[in-house]
């Protein structure tokens, strides 16, 4: 690629992107922590993939936590959520154990899914992850189908897909969201724009307007979110859900973040701006709720939160490189034929 391609985004330099300066310290802190698990664990994926460790192609979702953190920190142990091939955080944010998680992506037998999935296919069904995907825009539908169980269990569960913006482009967008309008079901799709879709970025990527304009066009309620400031998600989304719980239809919910990250761990990002990355990386997701502790006076506590979060992570790692690999004489088992 020689030319860069900006993303063009304005959130960066806005006046209007939100600060989290809302609400009690309890909430901030209970972000914090949440992000401070995910951005570690992600790092330690980068790490471990460079060593050899971690198998296959692997995406991270650095700068993108508040999004996973504000959205599943609104559910529920009986909610469900379908994920992407970038899904870590989501899984972590709603309630993934990250020592199985990571035996998972180093092909171990004591992975969440004994090895067979790895990053692109961490499941785990008991908590309400029904699946990361490496097919892009393929959780769209698969929420639906479990909303519409959700729907029929009556027990005011609620289900979300998470997307990236690349997915709009899939007939699984239009399919799922058509559908779950004429079913009425309890599904938020939130789609996760960080700008990018693999190499190419978003603006430009489509003709129409908006992606909130795209979503209302299906005949469902749309919003737009700040996605780097955990707070901003957690005040427009959670009445979404609340609404969902008390039987109104599906939902749309943009959240506007960056990717960090590059598409995959070992992509060097020839194609982007460096001035833009840099605006980002002012509102990193991280730094906006320590700073807002700080304003706050209450940012005592953080850095005993990483420690902890590394020593977490770390053991994970450990624990991970410690399993052994699935028994060959195994392979049969957990598949259909
Ligand atoms: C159906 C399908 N088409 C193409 C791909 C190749 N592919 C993998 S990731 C990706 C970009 C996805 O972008 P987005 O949905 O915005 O998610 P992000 O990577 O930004 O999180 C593409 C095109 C795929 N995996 N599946």
Known sequence: VSTKRSAKSTEAASPAASKPDRGDHERLVTAYRTMARIRRFEEAVGTNFREGNVHGFVHTSIGQEAVATGVCGLLEEGDYL????????????KGADPTAMMAELFGRDTGSCRGRGGSMHLAQPELGILGANGIVGAG??????????????????VVVAFFGEGSVHTGAFHEGISLAVA??????????????????ASTGSWGGPGLVERAQSYGLPAISVDGNDPMAVEDAVGPVI????GGSGPAFAELRTYRMSGHYEGDATPYRDETEV??????????????????????????????????????AVAD???APYPDPSTVMEYVRV
């Open 320 to 322: 991970a490189l410690a």
């Open 140 to 157: 769209i539908p698969i929420a639906v189908g479990g909303a519409l169980a959700a729907r029929a269990a009556g027990a005011g569960a």
């Open 82 to 93: 379908t994920t992407t091939h970038r899904g870590h955080g989501h899984c972590l944010a």
């Open 183 to 200: 079913w009425q079901v309890p599904v938020l799709f939130a789609c996760e724009n960080n700008q990018f879709a693999e190499f190419t």
């Open 278 to 315: 840099e605006l980002w990386r002012k509102r990193d997701p991280l730094t906006l709720v320590r700073e807002a502790l700080v304003g706050l006076q209450r940012a005592d506590g953080l850095d005993a939160i990483d420690r902890e979060v590394e020593a977490e992570i770390d053991a």
């Open 242 to 245: 609340e609404a969902m719980r």
